[in-house]
């Protein structure tokens, strides 16, 4: 008998022990399934949609060397006999140019696929450079106050100032020349930087505002309590309250800074003539829309639209998720 309850005293311990084991605590994907912004986009057909037309975009500039039915940039492929064919359900269309070829020959469809790529790139990269510069100087100026927040508002006062396309026009021609014969990494490089000059503006104003009422805060006061430097409160405590708003601004910003590319680019101080986008596309076929050639202006004109419409409205529901007032 006694060595009977000896022998299950270790299976009632380990049932005690397995009752007090806390529950497991989800996962980060798990706690996003379950939140307001996870189930605010699934009732949201507009941003269902919003998000397909932008996942393909996205898709098909990322894969576009093997999604592309031609390479529109590769010489030895090209004909000039195609040149200027309508799309395929035209009299005179072909079935392997879908949407047409422009006045050298490429196959319109491919030269979206590798446009949509550029143009994404270029505001993708101006987007994240103008978060960086206008978080860091948003919040400088609002914690730090007085002659350094005054500077910076001012600053950004004569930014505003300027209309956002002709500083980008004055920079980019100043890159141009000082650099006529540059490589087209550093064509890029000066083009992402002349958008971003202009677009850091908002992110500083918006970041500001925010970080004066963070700083006033308790968690704030008690770090500065115990010793945390201020660079240590910025960096850990105060900037992630704060990018809520930026946030929703970039992702609205991306359809602008895609646009402002677009029109560089359709004035001809944009990218490089070898590596067309969007804008470029849409210059080269204006030359011959009363020509009667209208597909090979329309359809990067749509593609441009298709592309800063679904970044738009995406930004416009995000506004609404995580603000709780315009729910």
């Not at 005179?92 to 446009?115: F, N, P, V």
């Not at 500077?151 to 950004?156: A, D, G, L, P, T």
């Not at 929703?248 to 490089?272: C, D, H, K, R, W």
């Amino acid at each position: 008998m006694t060595d009977s309850t000896s022998s299950n005293r270790p299976d009632a311990a380990d049932a005690a022990d397995a009752a007090t084991v806390a529950p497991r605590a989800p996962s980060a994907w798990a706690r996003f399934l379950d939140g307001d912004i996870w189930y605010s986009f699934c009732h949201s057909p507009m941003a269902i949609a919003a998000a397909a037309i932008a996942g393909v975009c996205l898709f098909c500039a990322l894969f576009a060397p093997w999604v592309s039915p031609h390479d529109p940039f590769d010489l030895a492929t090209l004909d000039l006999g195609d040149a200027r064919l309508p799309p395929a359900w035209e009299a005179e269309g072909r079935a392997k140019y879908l949407l047409g070829t422009d006045d050298q020959g490429r196959d319109i469809l491919s030269a979206l696929m590798y446009g949509a790529r550029i143009s994404l790139l270029v505001g993708l990269a101006s987007v994240v450079l103008s978060v960086v510069v206008g978080v860091a100087l948003g919040l400088l100026a609002g914690f730090a106050g007085g002659r350094i927040d005054a500077f910076i508002m001012r600053v950004c006062d004569v930014m505003l100032s300027f209309p956002s396309i002709l500083i980008a026009l004055l920079i980019d021609g100043v890159g141009r020349a000082l650099f006529p014969n540059a490589h087209e990494a550093l064509a890029f490089s000066v083009l992402i930087i002349a958008i971003s000059l202009s677009g850091w503006v908002p992110y500083a104003r918006t970041v500001r505002g925010s970080t004066l009422v963070e700083r006033n805060k308790e968690y704030v006061q008690a770090a500065r309590v115990v010793g945390v430097s201020p660079l240590r409160i910025m960096v850990r405590h105060v900037l992630p309250n704060v990018m809520g708003p930026v946030l929703v601004l970039a992702t609205i910003q991306v359809g602008q800074a895609i646009l402002t590319e677009a029109t560089l680019s359709f004035l001809g101080v944009g990218v490089p003539p070898t590596s067309p986008s969007l804008g470029t596309l849409i210059r080269i076929g204006n030359d011959f829309l009363f020509s009667g050639e209208w597909w090979i202006t329309i359809f990067p004109g749509l593609m441009l639209v298709l592309i800063a419409l679904s970044v738009n409205l995406l930004g416009d529901w995000l506004r609404d998720a995580i603000n709780p007032r315009l729910r």
